[in-house]
């Protein structure tokens, strides 16, 4: 199934057990909140599909996995509430990612930025291409990485994760997010970050359900809160992209793009 966005798309395939859900925009795979929701939505019906035993999260594209919140719409929101409206759409991926009763791997082709790193930190098990480089650039942009804070946090520590959002302006290279625990895998190439997804997929997918299930409500234990705390962050996030800091960095980002 391929739910068509604009100029992006988000498709849901399931074969053999395994549901890939795959998100696409041609501005470097950013994320609008039509994506976001998407994205939300397909997560929690893989949660509750009979047929599904494993998700793989994946972007299309040969560059980026993810270049995070999409500019067009930070630099529209008029208002507090529209401000909410737009970071709640991270923290609705976030949550249904983590309540989500099967294991959800990331498939990480290309750099992050932002709300894509947040993506993969909320994923259980993460692979990438040696090329993966990741940053939190809020900073830079006048607000700082509080929806996905609690999920890099968690993921990577407090001390590396102050350290990104404090550094804004510099990526982090594949090898760091390893060492530090964001991706479990980092491969040479393509084909074989493919072939270990495929084949950590198809062991999952041949893996006791219930087993599963507990094991992920285990890790993710004390983060219940999350549905208040992660919405909370998304009101500050709406409110700080309204001031004029905010507005100028987000042009020169646009112009410099």
């Known amino acids: 199934m391929q739910t068509n ?3 992006g798309y988000v498709k849901t395939e399931t074969h053999h057990s395994i549901t890939t859900i795959t998100f696409f925009h041609p501005r ?11 994205l939300a939505k397909e997560i929690h019906y ?16 040969e560059k980026a996995f993810c270049a995070g919140a999409s ?3 930070l630099v529209a929101i008029k208002n507090e509430k529209e401000g909410l409206a737009f970071f709640s759409g991270f923290a609705e991926v976030i949550n249904a990612m983590r309540t989500c009763p099967k294991f959800i791997i990331a498939r990480v082709h290309g750099k992050s930025v932002g709300g894509g790193v947040g993506l ?3 994923a259980d098990y993460a692979i990438a291409y040696e090329k993966a480089d990741i940053k939190l650039s809020e900073l830079a942009l006048g607000i700082g990485p509080f929806v996905v804070g609690p999920a890099v946090e968690r993921k990577i520590g407090n001390a590396a994760f102050s350290a990104m959002a404090i550094d804004a302006a510099s990526w982090r290279p594949c090898e760091w997010a390893k060492r530090k625990g964001l991706y479990a ?21 041949h893996a006791n ?19 208040i705390l992660l919405k909370q962050r998304a009101a500050l996030s709406g409110k700080l992209i309204l001031s004029e800091f905010s507005k100028k960095a987000i042009q020169a980002f646009k112009h410099k793009g």
């Not at 359900?209 to 890790?219: G, Q, R, S, V, W």
């Open 71 to 73: 500019f067009d719409e």
């Open 185 to 205: 895998e980092v491969h040479e190439t393509v084909e074989g970050m493919d072939e270990s997804v495929l084949r950590l997929a198809e062991f999952l997918g």
């Open 28 to 38: 470097s795979n950013s994320l609008p909140g039509k994506i976001l929701h998407e």
């Open 120 to 122: 993969i930190a909320a």
């Open 5 to 7: 966005l604009a100029e």
């Open 209 to 227: 359900p219930e087993a599963m299930k507990e094991l992920k409500i285990n890790f993710w234990e004390g983060t219940g809160h999350w549905d």
């Open 46 to 61: 893989a949660g509750v599909h009979d047929e599904t035993r494993v998700i793989v999260l994946r972007s299309d594209g």
